[in-house]
């Protein structure tokens, strides 16, 4: 998977393009309606990195694809709480806001 790939090109230690590029495969899966696969790779994201607001978003909106609104609001949230003025997941959000 991309993340094991990832560690074992960079030995291990983490390295600022790895979160990204998991971020782009969970937005691929998801694309491709994939959408454990894309769950999977956001959570490895988080994992490397728990301060990824796009990570966050990704999730939310792979969980609104799987029209689970619960989780999606919820990983909004965590992504609002660490940055509360990030673009995409207010858009987003605005979405669950509207009636």
Do not use: F
Request: zero cysteines.
């Amino acid at each position: 998977d991309a993340h094991g790939k990832a560690l074992q090109i960079t030995g291990g230690h983490t390295s600022d393009w790895v979160v990204p590029a998991l971020n782009g495969a969970g937005e691929a899966a998801r694309e491709h309606g994939k959408h454990q696969a894309s769950i999977d790779y956001y959570q490895q994201a988080l994992e490397m990195d728990p301060y990824s607001a796009d990570s966050y978003v990704g999730l939310a909106l792979t969980y609104s694809a799987q029209q689970d609104t619960s989780n999606a609001i919820s990983a909004l949230q965590q992504a609002l709480a660490i940055d509360p003025q990030h673009p995409r997941a207010r858009l987003v959000q605005s979405r669950y806001d509207s009636p």
